[in-house]
């Protein structure tokens, strides 16, 4: 992932509850498998100017490494009767 990054800071899809002692989990709810380290004490990570990973409030303004499906296409797919996975 930390060759597409460039320099702003982007979240990458991985948050967690912290409150409720929940694991790190993925944008598509698979559980987060600890094959990298995550810096700060914050609920959703993404990739730093340090080439690593770090959390802070999700409510920070950032760049996404993913994309994100918008409610137009959400929309769309679930009045076709499809599932969505994000």
């Not at 409720?20 to 004490?41: C, D, T, V």
């Not at 080439?51 to 076709?80: E, F, L, N, Q």
Request: net charge positive; aromatic share 12%.
């Amino acid at each position: 992932m930390l060759r597409y990054k460039g320099k702003p800071e982007h979240w990458i899809g991985l948050q967690r509850e912290q409150e409720l002692g929940q694991p790190w989990k993925w944008a598509n709810g698979s559980e987060f498998n600890h094959w990298f380290p995550i810096r700060g004490g914050g609920d959703c990570a993404y990739l730093n100017d340090e080439k690593g990973v770090s959390s802070s409030r999700c409510i920070t303004t950032r760049y996404w490494i993913c994309s994100k499906p918008d409610a137009y296409t959400r929309g769309k797919d679930h009045a076709m009767g499809e599932k969505l996975q994000i």
